[in-house]
């Protein structure tokens, strides 16, 4: 998807008026004053409810409880947890956690100490607050968390874990040879083991001290739906509860922010249900004190394993003080105390947790969708998932720009995956594919060229993966339409029904993954080549409703709803025939209406990504009110859904001219985001506001629901050579652009120089009354195309330009290259891909109807000695 950064469209921008009228209106305002709150303490709300301060001469087993064994804690550590007062003990105003050798012949090699406050001391909500000195050395492991003391939703991780603070292998060397100094806060949560899901954030002190150095304040405040880590009062992370984006119909259709989630069982219906909401940090907790020696992280990072010279006279875990607050304001949720400052839900310091992201449901819509064509899509990049290798673009003699995947001797799978975590491309996004439309027709087919087969005997598998991997299907290559297994040096196609993946168990609703690879282990050697990924299925015609064209639709008659009068067929001098529509003094609304009872209503639901409603209007006489303004309104079965907008909206907020005939394109997408069913749409309203109409006379024609971009493919008007009725083209310097060999997989490209007179402009030009209708692919389409420099002018890097003009310069638009490329500006021997859409350039005042002329140039005089090329020129929908 291309950068938009041009004008929004007038649709939009109701959205946005919309949006503010239903958060209230009126009057209504914040007052936060971040800067008026002191962060290094606690707001005056906050009420000390637990503490200790470990003041006496031992530790308090009114309030902590000594967790003894050798279970290693999950993690492989190498300590047992006694109750012994060499591992734990009070002394001079704080408590000291030890870590000592164990004696010779002991279960584990070190003794250490873990407290909880379970039973004892067991919050829901507050700020806890805890001001420690870490121990130090490699396979230390100091952690202040909080576990559930209820299990409400389930073992480990499903009712949660809090990491307060922990630290690992403080002072020994990092990746760097610096000193480790990372102190982390983390999130536990999710479903059960391997499966288990975690968010946090490190943070190292200012001015680079050592956490083992001194004493410092661990803080969190947890309330309903959110949670803020603190080190000596600095917040440095927050994180949230997901929050679910919802359709008109109430349906998620993904998420706002994704934070953290719960899985578990309804006891009512016994599924298993995933849930957005505090769940599972809206339980009681208690609080743990440990010192950890070894284990799983620590030996696997800094100098690896644990260095027993560290601990030969113990490390002292040391607590000065713990101390639990409860928020006066409002104790059930925790909320109303908030310590925060400017910026905490900025991405610095918002953290992303790992909730999945809900399926939207289908929208019904049958659409296809092309992985890769020779083209990278970059919302599906190619992928190696475990072998670290790079798929690469080739140059097939027969396929042309096709995929190369190796398997070397680690063990992996290969293809293409649509998930946050392997998109690269600032371009791109997530999009898993819903194919649930076509699942009787539809297939995923791919073309494969098995370049060298694996050493060793194998199987070639295909396998789709949907929603994150919760669904699959793997099935052998031979077990194809096709029927056959790969063989080495031959393309071959091959085509899985959707249908037979359905039935082997995927759901075709959020498909985000497509790999074909020897089977698991067996692959070393392979190299082979994909291409014309897709799934799709055979494209039947679009739907489409005439509600009025050369004559008027009987099933869909002209409707004055109220002011009885008779719209009526006239001879327009421009049009010909075309309906008319009066208003008198009694208010009214007009349109198009099926008659009462007949039933009829049209099924819009096919065209929603790319329909629209579209009709040309002429006011003949404006309305005698000066206020009238002209509104467009539709509805759907019986008007249980109604959507009302400003008529001139859909001209780029243009209001009707008198005696001059006007295009309004609405997008159903939009009407359907603002509330309308497309379903059952069975009235078609454009009339002067309630009671402003008297007066007015207006003509409507060529009104229809369709698909302006139906059959339209667009135009290629280069790649690897210049398109019929074009050609390349200096505007005033007297060059001759020339096609060029490039590297793969570019092949042909376009080559522009400005060797001397830099007064000049370069691009693709139209030959005499040649030009292209880009109108019908308005609402999605855009003009694209790859560019890169391969000699800067020689004054120099300067600025690059954007044009489009219209035959004879009619209308033009001229926008920053980088514009197209995210505010990207291009960089010397790289390829980037440029996208402007045209329903951008449509609302910047340019007639898409008749492209003549692109150019792409530095800027005016400033290009002498530049070389550029350019190939890819395309404008289609994207």
């Known amino acids: 998807m291309s950068n938009r950064t041009l004008t929004k469209s007038p649709i939009a921008a109701l959205f946005l008026t919309l949006g503010l009228v239903g958060c209230g209106g009126g009057d209504v305002k914040t007052n936060s004053d971040f800067d008026a709150v002191d962060t290094t303490a606690p707001v005056d709300d906050w009420q000390l409810v637990w503490s200790d301060e470990f003041s006496g001469s031992s530790i308090d087993e009114n309030k902590w409880n000594f967790e003894v064994n050798c279970a290693g804690g999950g993690n492989q550590e190498q300590q047992c947890y006694t109750d012994s007062s060499d591992n734990a003990f009070v002394s001079d105003g704080s408590l000291k956690i030890v870590a000592l050798p164990a004696e010779e012949g002991a279960e584990k090699p070190y003794t250490s100490a873990r407290l909880n406050t379970k039973y004892k001391g067991d919050f829901k909500y507050g700020r806890i607050e805890v001001r420690a000195k870490m121990p130090f050395g490699q396979g230390t492991w100091p952690a202040v968390w909080m576990m559930p003391t209820d299990e409400v939703y389930g073992g480990w991780p499903k009712s949660g874990e809090i990491d307060i603070v922990e630290a690992v292998n403080l002072k020994a060397a990092d990746a760097e040879g610096n000193p480790e100094s990372h102190v982390y806060g983390t999130l536990h949560y999710g479903r059960d083991a391997p499966q288990n899901s975690s968010s946090g954030k490190a943070y190292k002190l200012p001015d680079g001290a050592n956490p083992a150095d001194d004493f410092h304040t661990y803080t969190i405040e947890w309330q309903e739906g959110e949670m803020r880590w603190y080190v000596d009062g600095y917040l440095y992370q927050t994180q949230q509860q997901s929050r679910v984006r919802y359709n008109s119909k109430g349906e998620a259709v993904g998420l706002r922010h994704r934070g953290w989630f719960a899985e578990f069982y309804n006891q009512a219906t016994g599924e298993l249900e995933t849930v957005y909401d505090a769940a599972p940090f809206d339980e009681r907790f208690h609080l743990l004190l440990n010192l950890a020696v070894g284990g799983t992280w620590p030996e696997n990072v800094n100098e690896l394993g644990i260095d027993a010279e560290a601990f030969a006279n113990g490390q002292t875990f040391e607590i000065d003080y713990v101390r639990v607050y409860e928020c006066a304001a409002d104790p059930i949720t925790g909320k109303g105390c908030e310590t925060i400052r400017a910026g905490y839900l900025d991405e610095d310091t918002l953290v992303e947790g790992e909730a999945p992201i809900p399926s939207p449901p289908s929208d019904g819509v049958a659409r296809n969708l092309t992985i890769f064509d020779g083209t990278p899509n970059p919302n599906w990049p190619a992928w190696d998932c475990c072998g670290g290798s790079t798929p690469e673009l080739v140059d097939d003699a027969e396929k042309g720009p096709s995929y190369r995947f190796t398997v070397g001797a680690t063990p992996t799978v290969n293809g293409f995956v649509s998930r946050s975590a392997f998109i690269t491309d600032p371009n791109g996004q997530p999009s898993p594919f819903d194919a649930s439309p076509i699942l009787e027709t539809g297939s995923v087919s791919f073309d494969l060229k098995v370049v060298s087969q694996p050493a060793a005997a194998t199987t070639w598998l295909f396998k789709v993966e949907s929603n994150e991997g919760s669904t699959f299907a793997e099935l052998p290559i031979s077990s194809s ?142 309305p005698a009110s000066a206020d009238a303004v002209w509104k467009f309104k539709i509805e759907s079965d019986g008007a249980s859904t109604a959507v009302e907008v400003d008529l001139a909206t859909g001209n780029a907020g243009n209001a009707p001219i008198t005696g001059e005939w006007q295009t309004y394109t609405f997008s159903l997408q939009e009407l359907s985001d603002l509330g309308l069913d497309v379903s059952a749409i069975d009235v078609i309203m454009i009339f002067p506001a309630w009671g402003t109409g008297d007066g007015a006379v207006y003509r409507v024609d060529e009104a229809r629901i369709y698909n302006p971009s139906a059959g339209n493919d667009g135009l290629t008007i280069f790649e690897n050579n210049i398109a019929s009725g074009w050609s390349l083209w200096d505007c005033c310097a007297g060059t001759t652009p020339t096609i060029v060999s490039a590297d793969a997989p570019y092949g042909s490209v376009a080559q522009f120089e400005i060797p001397g007179w830099p007064e000049t402009v370069l691009g693709f030009l139209a030959d005499e009354g040649v030009s292209y209708d880009a109108s019908p692919l308005v609402a999605n389409g855009a003009i694209s195309f790859d560019m890169r420099i391969v000699n800067q002018p020689s004054a120099g890097p300067t600025d690059w330009f954007f044009k489009v003009e219209s035959t004879g310069a009619a209308t033009a638009v001229e926008l920053p290259l980088s514009a197209g490329n995210y505010d990207t500006a291009p960089v010397a021997g790289e390829w980037a891909r440029y996208n402007f859409p045209l329903q951008e350039l449509f609302d910047a005042g340019l007639d898409i109807s008749d492209i003549n002329v692109i150019m792409v140039f530095p800027a005016w005089g400033t290009g002498q000695g530049v070389v550029y090329q350019i190939d890819n020129v395309q404008i289609a929908n994207f």
Request: aromatic share 8%; hydrophobic share 45%; net charge negative.
């Open 481 to 622: 339409e096709e029927g056959v297994a790969p063989v080495a040096g031959e393309w071959q196609t091959v085509t899985f029904p959707l249908q037979v993946l359905s039935d082997a168990g995927l759901d075709v609703s959020a498909i985000d993954v497509i790999m074909v690879f020897p089977a698991w282990g067996t692959g070393e050697g392979a190299e082979y080549l994909l291409n014309n990924v897709e799934i799709a299925a055979p494209e039947g015609p679009s739907p489409e409703l005439v509600l009025f064209g050369d004559e008027a639709n009987p099933d869909w008659p002209l409707w004055d709803c109220c002011g009885g009068t008779t719209p009526e067929v006239v001879t327009d001098e421009e049009r010909g025939q075309v309906a008319e529509f009066s208003i008198g003094a009694t208010p009214t609304v007009m349109g198009f209406k099926p008659a009462d009872g007949s039933g009829i209503q049209f099924d819009a639901s096919a065209l929603l990504i790319e329909g629209v409603v579209q009709f040309d209007m002429k006011v003949v006489n404006p």
